[in-house]
């Protein structure tokens, strides 16, 4: 996603919240794409890290669906 970190921040959380819901539109992609995805939005922000913490979380609560 191209813009700014807050951009991508905010598309990367918005994309997590959709594929804990089972959204269709979030269906295909993984875990590993949502994280990267994240990691390009946190930099240095140590508050912003703990949204791949969640990610990390929900992957082993789902099973890395």
């Known amino acids: 996603v ?6 991508r921040f905010a598309a990367a959380v ?3 919240g959709l594929k804990l819901s ?4 979030t ?6 794409q949502l994280r990267a995805m994240a990691t390009n939005a946190v930099g240095e922000d140590a508050q ?3 949204l791949l913490e969640l990610v990390d ?3 082993a609560v789902m099973g890395g669906v």
């Open 2 to 7: 191209a813009g700014s970190d807050d951009h």
């Open 14 to 16: 918005a994309a997590l």
């Open 22 to 25: 089972n959204d269709p539109h």
């Open 27 to 32: 269906k295909d992609m993984t875990f590993m």
């Open 48 to 50: 912003r890290q703990g």
């Open 57 to 59: 979380f929900a992957k």
